[in-house]
Structure formats: C-alpha cells, structure tokens
C-alpha cells in the first residue's frame, strides 16, 4: 500500500484538490492498522493469524484498492493541462527506485518471502500502461477496467504458474511474498480510478469541494502524509518493527512453532488467489512437508535459500496444489 501519486506529475497548488490527499491519508491510517496486526501476529505477540483471517485479507484487498483508485485518480489531476515529461519521469524513477528498494531489503531480511511484486512495483508500471486511457473515451477506459477485473477468472494456461510470469496475476499456484499485487486484476482499480475522477472533475470545477483546505490540526496532519505517502509508506514498517523488536526485549512472544514465518507468508500469498482458507492451509502445510523431506528447510528457516533452491521450493508449491484443492 504506497503512493497514490508516485508517477504523476507534480500538480500546481492552484488546481490541487486536498479532498484527494486527504482519502490518500485516510488510507494511509487503515494501511497502519493493517501492517501492525500483521506484525504483531508475526511476532507471536497476539493470537490472531492475520494473514489467514478473512476479515483481515478483505481490510487488506480494500486498502490496496482505495490506493490504485487513487492512482488513477491523481494520473488525470495529474495531467489534465497536459503531460510534464521531466516531472513524471521523476515521479516515475522514484517509486521505481522505492520499489527495487523494497525487494532488495526483504530479499536480505526475509528472502523465502521476499517481495517481487508488491504495491509498490506495480503503481511504477500501472502509471506506464495507463497514459493511453487518460485519452481514450470513459466508456473505452470503463470497459477495459470490466476486462482487466475478469481476466483472472478467464484465462488459464499451465504456462502462467511459471515463477517468473507470476507478476501477471494469471498463476493458480501458490506464491510466497509478504507483498503481492498482480497486474491483474488490480490494474482494474486504477482505470477504475480515472474513469471516476473524468466524470467527476467537470461537476466539482469551482465547487466547496474542489476549495476545500484542510484546517483543523488532525486533518492538515493526514492531508500531508497524503501528499507524502511515498516517504511515509517506506517509513512506517521499519518504525513498527523497531518499536515491536524493543518490546519483545521487554515481554516475550508467546511460544509459536518454527514454521509459523514462512505459514503466515505463505497462506497471505495463496490468499490472493482463488482457494479458500482451508484449502491455503492445506497447501502450505504441505509444503512445509515437503521442504523437510527434500532437506531445505533449514536454509528457509535461516533465510539462505539459492536461487535455485528458490525454484525448486516453488516446483514443491506446484506440486502440493492440486490435493489442496481436491479435499
């Protein structure tokens, strides 16, 4: 969950619409709640399996949909007088630079996990593959949200579980990251987003909404971590993590199990396709399985796993999915 603005180009004080910044910080507010529960039940400091609940997994969904909506929303704002090429290149190159920032930090903490594909990775290209519906018909740009949201559930090709077109959002098979967003179908949410701000630009043009200033000292607080969120997005985990490091220091973790890491990334992860809980479950306690008897789960457990033995974990995934799904 990250910067709804971070490819467009820098939008003049006089047209900025703080009603945007502010629903950029609002979900900002909800993507705290979120990571420090996930963190917490990382930690062993609560109960709930946040990655595995529904509720969660559903806060979750929304919060990275309220966040490529404003994507699109913010591209239009954006560039309605028109493209600045150097400012959207700058833009561009940093959330793409944010972005590699993000799988190379993870790749080292946490590399059974690491994130390939998170929010990030896929606002840098979703800000690329929509500049040619900011000019298209809203109906056009409409009906290709209606696909992009379906293509999912339509295409299937034993080719797309490949790990490396895992990216695409077509592969049935498990996928182990603490991050996740395909290009399908949440680029949907994105052309979602511009089709809601050209309908509605016309109508708000010198309306009380498109004046509105934030005034109150809790509104100007959220109003600029909206126009900020790039910075506050890569701030925020670290913070967490170091506040919750310094108070295991102070209160131990309850007792959880050595597989617990790599279950709660892995059920996050199949969450995000089409099996149920029961089935992700099933699937990722298989793999556990099968790490043990093919001897690698002493390197995952370490985070030291070889490129190869990344794709041989992944073969392991593929191969425990199908009695996943039969039960």
């Known amino acids: 969950m990250s910067d709804a603005t971070l490819a467009t180009t820098h939008i003049p004080s006089r047209s900025r619409l703080e009603l945007v910044d502010l629903a950029r910080g609002i979900a900002l507010l909800a993507m705290f709640v979120f990571h420090f ?13 946040v990655p595995a609940e529904p509720g969660w997994r559903w806060f979750a969904r929304l919060i990275a949909g309220s966040f490529l909506t404003l994507v ?54 979703a800000s690329l593959l929509a500049l040619p519906f900011l000019r298209l018909p809203v109906i056009a740009v409409a009906g290709a949200a209606v696909i992009a949201f379906a293509l999912p559930f339509l295409i299937v090709h ?10 695409l959002g077509f592969s049935r098979a498990p996928i182990v990251t603490a991050d996740f967003v395909p290009v399908f179908p949440w680029f ?9 701000a050209r309908l509605a630009l016309p109508r708000i043009e010198g309306s009380t909404a498109a004046s509105w200033r934030a005034t109150s000292r809790p509104a100007r607080l959220v109003a600029w971590g909206g126009r900020h969120s790039l910075l506050v997005y890569l701030v925020h ?19 959880a199990s050595e597989e617990r890491p790599f ?36 390197n995952v457990r370490a985070n030291a ?12 995934a593929q191969a425990c999915l199908r009695p996943a799904e039969r039960r």
């Open 37 to 49: 529960a996930y963190d917490l039940s990382y930690f062993g400091l609560i109960d709930v399996d």
């Open 72 to 125: 699109g929303i913010s591209l239009v704002l954006a560039t309605r007088h028109g493209l600045n090429r150097r400012a959207w290149l700058v833009r561009l190159a940093m959330v793409a630079g944010a972005a590699a920032l993000v799988t190379l930090g993870t790749f080292v903490a946490m590399r059974p996990s690491f994130i390939f594909f998170g929010i990030l990775h896929h606002v840098a290209l």
């Open 158 to 167: 034993p080719l797309l579980d490949e790990p490396l077109l895992a990216w």
């Open 188 to 196: 949907g949410c994105v052309l979602s987003g511009i089709v809601l």
């Open 237 to 255: 985990q670290p913070v967490f993590i170091g506040l919750l490091m310094l108070a295991l220091q102070i209160m131990p973790a309850r007792q």
């Open 263 to 298: 279950m709660l990334s892995c059920q996050r992860s199949c969450a995000q396709g089409s099996l149920g809980a029961d089935a992700c479950e099933r699937l990722c306690a298989c793999t556990v399985d099968s790490l043990r008897r093919e001897g690698l789960w002493p």
């Open 305 to 316: 796993v070889t490129e190869a033995e990344q794709a041989r974990i992944a073969a392991l």
